[in-house]
């Protein structure tokens, strides 16, 4: 069995060709994305059964995601409907030291309006192994967060692996709730908490000590995140295991990209990639998260396999245009065994 659920907002993305401002932009490249669905991409990509859930409204671009959710193997036959618009966003990519923007026009989006008791979550994680949502979900608005909430008490009670990507975006928080409000009783139903540099401690207060996320140079410390993963146990006791991703930036087509686990003994670290010619990395946290819950399914008992995966995967991703992963297993666990030379495959 190994049916995943992910359960979130996708979005109609509108972004300028190349590295052209929004201000010089003529036309906008249409595509499609959100943090749960590109769970998804990656999962069907990667073989698993995938199954995403979301609320979207009865109009032409909806139907043209779900076409295109379809087309890259995701099923959504229990997407509900409703509602007035698909949410959109705008991208702008950037290059060296002008960093991307993301202008976001989600507002009373069909997702944002849902309500607790509109998806029959039973139903919904019958034959079901594992469901993840994301920090941006409860952040749309109350009915979100509430839907989220009862559909992680569901799965708890089915026996269903729950994961998360904390993903905080404080933007995003304005029906009058803060972050620190709402996720930790979510977070509290939770097997697999996944986090980068700062998510913990922007929602949790939990930090490294002495770390400066603006003052990296390019490089971070693993190590330092060791206390970060056991302070989130403690907090969070029916953890079994919690991952930081690590970026450093040393601009925005140059990164550095690592990650660590923490399964309640051992910190396992990853190779540090140095990525450095990245064509998108919308989506690369994501990448990260599809990568684990796949290396997590896969490799069963092997969290540094599991992790390695994640991460090589992820590195990948910052190759490939677009919300969603859409590179092979093969070509993800080449990556782990040290091909990174690019040569062409005949």
Known sequence: MKKVVTFGEIMLRLATPGYLRFSQATELTATFGGGEANVAVSLANYGLEAEFVTRLPKNDIAQACEMNLHKHGVKTSHVIYGGERLGIYFLETGAVARPSKVVYDRAHSSI???????????????????????????????????????????????????????????????????????????????????????????????????FDVTATGGHVDATEFESVCKQMMARFPRAKKVIITLRGSINANHNTWAGVLYGGQKLYRSPNYDITHIVDRVGGGDSFMGGLVYGLITYPGDDQKALDFAVAASCLKHTIYGDFNLATVAEVENLMKGDGSGRVSR
């Open 112 to 210: 944002a309006d849902i309500q607790p008791g509109m998806v029959n979550w039973e139903e919904v994680f019958q034959g079901a192994r594992w469901f993840h949502w994301t920090g941006i979900t409860p952040a749309l608005s109350q009915g979100a967060a509430d839907a989220c909430l009862e559909a992680i008490r569901v799965a708890n009670k089915m026996g269903v692996t729950v994961s998360t990507d904390l993903n905080y975006r404080k933007n995003l928080w304005k029906y009058g709730k803060s972050a620190s409000d709402v996720m930790p009783a979510l977070v509290e139903g939770c097997d697999v908490i996944l986090g980068n540099e700062e998510d913990a401690e922007k929602v949790f207060g939990i930090k490294p000590e002495g």
